[in-house]
């Protein structure tokens, strides 16, 4: 299973779990496994178009992924961190 790191603003889906499993071949599947698991944890990561929240930032073994086509490997870890913006 993929090792799934969810930031401090997204653990009220995961029950403040830090770190989760996911299934899937592809970033947007283990992104629909963590939806099934964590219902609404999906919508905040991707948006309607299928991309990539402005405010989000995925990483796949330590790249990181725009890409949620990306292939991911079972051994693969995911952090997803939420990016900082303001003046």
Do not use: K
């Not at 790191?5 to 830090?18: E, K």
């Amino acid at each position: 299973m993929t090792r799934v790191f969810v930031p401090t603003q997204l653990r009220g889906y995961t029950a403040g779990a830090s770190e989760v499993a996911a299934i899937g071949a592809t970033l947007d599947a283990v992104l629909v496994d963590l939806d099934r698991q964590f219902p609404g944890i999906r919508f905040r990561v991707i948006d309607e178009q299928d991309r990539v929240r402005r405010h989000i930032l995925l990483f796949v073994d330590g790249e990181r992924c725009d890409d949620i086509q990306a292939v991911v490997r079972a051994d693969s870890e995911v952090h997803i961190l939420g990016a900082l913006s303001g003046g």
